[in-house]
């Protein structure tokens, strides 16, 4: 895992405005595809999701809730399990996300789950600083524009996510060898049931 806080100012220009709302904090990490744009400009960034680190995270989120409603956010969607909050704040997506109320003790244990390496990135603040978390296999797989896997646990979710990078222009091939390899060699600890990860 690599850790930067030496970046070019106008590689914050697609999440400069969630970033101005200070969400940030210890334990909230922004994750996941809205930093693919610090490699690749032109990607959209569809929604800002939002993880978090430690036990006691029902009571960040609250909190978050309550600073996004005060900042003329809503609140559009809250899963019965809470393992997924949407808010619509002046156009954007913010989501926060916990699925199977999973616990995290570092960034890197995060990044660890996830399953497309593409999407492994993650930005946290510690002071003053911001510091962006990621792989040298995420950076390059958005820049070859094709993906690769790096870790099987909800393999419906995973092929959904496969078939939104084949929208996006990524060619998935590896990517599609990888999975049916991971899934041969470990579907009795997946999760079958999960259709949904964000």
Known sequence: MIKTRNLKNWRFNAIRSFITYGFLRDNVVLAGGSLRTFVDPKDQVQDFDLFFLGEETREIKDKLEDEIKAKGGKKSFQCKEDE???FELHGMKIQFISIKNKKYSSVEHLLDSFDINASRFALTV????LFLHFTEQS???VKKKHITINTVTYPVATLKRIC???EKGYNVTLAAKEFVQQVSKNSEGMDLET???D
């Open 195 to 197: 259709v949904y990860v």
């Open 139 to 141: 950076v390059r797989d």
């Open 164 to 166: 939104k990078f084949k």
């Open 126 to 129: 510690e002071g003053d600083y």
């Open 84 to 86: 997924l909050r949407s």
